[in-house]
């Protein structure tokens, strides 16, 4: 069979359409972005804020970074170890850590969230999405979805690289410096890859000034001014 092109492929529209998503849920289906370095406290207000909206009868769901990495984008060595693959279908769509896996991991991720948040549900997403023209590639995909353009909201958690690297859940930080002296690239966001901050987030948030409940509200208050929840 020959290749099938795009000409060939044909969206399929249903008939349930989102003023009925919105009705039955009592929501606006929308992404939340949580970007920052690691260690930044992204993955840490996005569920304090998950919790706080299921609290009020709201329909959310967090995608975090290391979680993905499970599955959609596990890792060759993942893939096989765990999911049964054979070497070279793991290698062929498994992701690593290089600057193009890192593209895909956030083009991948960019279009669940994009159904998600089609379907209803606040998507609160945790990833350090570290290049700024992927992340504004996901905003594309949102405000120029098909037929109506879905919110999407860009939450800088801009937490300076010292307190993360005090913090260091994963110990990531010091095996990246430990890298660079020996003079090995490890490509860690923030000591040898660059992060490339948002120019105009919706909101900006500091985990070493502020607490993650203060975080919460703040996201939470958003949504409810913009008419997203009540």
């Known amino acids: ?4 092109t795009a000409a060939q492929i044909y969206h399929h529209a249903g008939h349930v359409t989102p003023a009925d998503r919105r009705a039955l849920l009592k929501q606006t289906g929308a992404t939340l972005w949580f970007t920052g370095l690691s260690g930044s406290g992204k993955s840490t207000l996005a569920v304090a804020l998950e919790q706080a909206l299921i ?3 709201h329909a959310a769901y967090v995608l975090d970074g290391d979680n993905v990495r499970f599955g959609l984008n596990a890792s060759p060595k993942i893939l096989m170890e765990t999911r049964g693959y054979a070497e070279e279908p793991a290698k062929r769509f498994g992701l690593g ?22 379907a209803g549900l606040l998507t609160l ?5 570290p290049y700024r023209k992927d992340r ?6 949102h405000t120029q979805n098909k037929g109506y353009a879905i919110p999407f909201i860009e939450v800088y958690v801009n937490t300076p ?15 990246a410096r430990e890298a660079v ?16 901050p948002p120019l105009a ?30």
């Open 1 to 4: 069979m020959s290749e099938i």
């Open 55 to 57: 609290a009020r009868g």
């Open 97 to 118: 850590f290089s600057a193009a896996d890192r593209v895909e991991n956030i083009r991948r991720i960019g279009e669940v969230t994009r159904l998600f948040a089609d």
């Open 125 to 129: 997403t945790s990833f350090v999405s």
């Open 136 to 141: 504004d590639a996901v905003r594309a995909l």
């Open 161 to 175: 690289i010292e307190c993360c690297e005090q913090r260091d859940p994963k110990g990531l930080y010091k095996q």
């Open 181 to 196: 002296v020996a003079g090995k690239a490890m490509g860690f966001t923030g000591v040898d890859d660059p992060y490339e």
């Open 201 to 230: 987030p919706e909101l900006t948030f500091d985990a070493s000034k502020h607490p993650v409940e203060e975080g919460a509200a703040l996201v939470l208050n958003y949504l409810i001014a913009k008419g997203l929840v009540g």
